[in-house]
């Protein structure tokens, strides 16, 4: 009984000491932070070797950026952390910010928890940036129009991107390189995603399966990182699927699902990545993607799509 009641002093001193010594952390100032704000980055193209010339190539749907800053006299650069745009985020450090770059982040193949630093995009790097205690500092230009803070960022340059395919259906285009199943709408800016034109596909209500395809076979290189983009409004979920050779391009051809892309009543971006199931193929050439569109209800409705690109680096 004595030995319980002297292990339980022993306990209630030390926990004494561990809360004394924990409230001495806190004496003293606190740090005021000074905060970094931004709120969207937008693509452009480069002035010099660009990857493509067509506007349609440079949509973009950047949600997040990863920020890293370097204080002149640090051992090395720091990361802040990746932060969904628009952001007004604490920083605690005072003075100049020698160099701040910014990594420009997507939802890899649509999806929030798998957003990465898209290889395609160059980082932004910005130098001389004075941060103040208790004071917003904001990053790049300001949209008077829009009220937004602003970057400029650029896809890597065109000696390093390879364009696989691309369709921007565009009046100025003379061939598509879907097949007839999709609807070349020329000249109809209103409802384009960009520029004048775009691809419809109409689904009737006595249709229960629809496909359409990118004619034109890829053969990447097979150490290729590689990506499909487009902006797409669809009434019905769209299957893209990848049609290969997993053994070599003299077996036999097989299809295999890449993505569902779930209906959307604006238009909207999507990345994805063409090499998760392309390494199921064991990355042999030629391949092809296809699109497939199902209607259980019957119903009648539309999917429209725009700057459809397949790229390589």
């Known amino acids: 009984m004595k030995k319980t009641k002297k292990n ?74 990746v932060f ?27 999806i929030a928890g798998t957003r990465i630093a898209y290889p395609y995009y160059n980082t932004v790097k910005l130098e001389n940036i004075r941060v103040a205690p208790d004071s917003i500092t904001n990053i790049g230009r300001l949209d008077p129009q829009n009220n937004q803070w602003y970057i400029n960022a650029n896809y890597k340059t065109g000696d390093l991107i390879h364009i ?40 009737n209500d006595s249709t229960t399966v629809t496909t359409f395809s990118i004619l034109k076979e890829l053969s990447p290189d097979p150490k290729s990182v590689l990506y499909l983009e487009m902006d797409y409004k669809n009434d019905f979920e769209i299957f893209v699927n990848m049609v290969g050779f997993p053994v070599s391009s003299s077996g036999q051809v097989e299809t295999k699902s890449i993505q569902k892309l779930h209906p959307r009543s604006n238009w909207n971006k999507i990345y994805i990545n063409l090499g998760r199931v392309w390494e199921q193929f064991n990355h042999n050439t030629p391949l092809s993607i296809f699109f497939q569109v199902t209607n259980p209800d019957h119903k009648t409705g539309d999917i429209f799509i725009d700057n459809v690109k397949i790229i390589a680096i």
């Open 84 to 110: 969904q745009l628009p952001f007004t985020v604490p920083l605690l450090r005072h003075g100049n910010i020698t160099r701040l770059t910014i990594v420009p982040v997507i939802k890899q193949n649509g």
């Open 164 to 203: 696989q395919t691309e369709d921007y259906f565009e009046p100025t285009a003379f061939s598509s390189n879907f097949d007839s199943t999709v609807i070349w709408v020329k000249n109809d800016p209103d409802n384009a995603c960009t520029g004048q034109g775009y691809g419809r596909i109409h689904i």
């Open 8 to 81: 339980t002093i022993i306990l209630l001193a030390a926990l004494l000491t561990l809360c004394f010594s924990a409230c001495e952390r806190f004496q003293g100032d606190v740090q005021v932070p000074a905060y970094l704000h931004l709120d969207r980055v937008n693509i452009v193209p480069q002035s010099q070797n660009a990857p493509s010339v067509e506007p349609g190539f440079y949509t973009a749907n950047i949600d997040a950026v990863q920020i890293i800053y370097y204080f002149e006299g640090d051992p090395s650069e720091y990361s802040l952390g």
